[in-house]
């Protein structure tokens, strides 16, 4: 069965850092690309930043462009979101889920609907 396991989600300061990991288990992450969403109270889920199944491709919400890297570890079969210089509105429950495609492929960033194996989330609370 696949699953992903999101961590490293917690309370920080504005400006403050945090690193995400997305975990797999049950299945290797290299047959997959693999995105970042956030969903904040009220408001719809929103993809944050996507990465191919080589790293070869990323993207990145224009929100976050500049501040959030997105990376890889096929070793590891692990994914990771590096959040830096973090704001309130960066405030929500975030989850990483799989799409399936080549290796350079990742899709657009309003296309939530491919991607499945949605982990449970992890809290991301950026406030003084």
């Known amino acids: 069965q696949l699953q992903l396991v999101e961590s490293g989600g917690g309370l920080v300061q504005p400006g403050g850092s ?4 997305c975990a797999a ?7 997959y690309a693999i ?3 956030r969903q904040a109270p009220g ?4 993809g944050v930043s996507f990465i191919s199944r080589n790293g070869g491709s990323t993207n990145y919400a ?8 997105i990376s890889r570890s096929n070793a590891k079969n692990t994914v990771y979101l590096q959040m830096n210089s973090l704001k ?4 929500a429950v975030y989850f990483c889920a799989a799409a399936s495609g080549s290796f ?4 657009d960033l309003k296309d939530l609907e491919k991607f499945g194996s949605w982990g449970q ?3 991301v609370t950026v406030s003084a």
């Open 88 to 91: 309130p509105e960066d405030t």
């Open 104 to 107: 350079y492929y990742i899709p």
């Open 121 to 123: 989330g992890t809290q």
């Open 35 to 37: 995105g970042w969403f």
């Open 43 to 46: 408001k719809e889920r929103e």
């Open 25 to 31: 288990s049950g299945f290797s992450l290299v047959s």
């Open 18 to 21: 945090l690193r995400l990991s």
């Open 62 to 69: 224009d929100a976050v462009k500049g501040r959030f890297t």
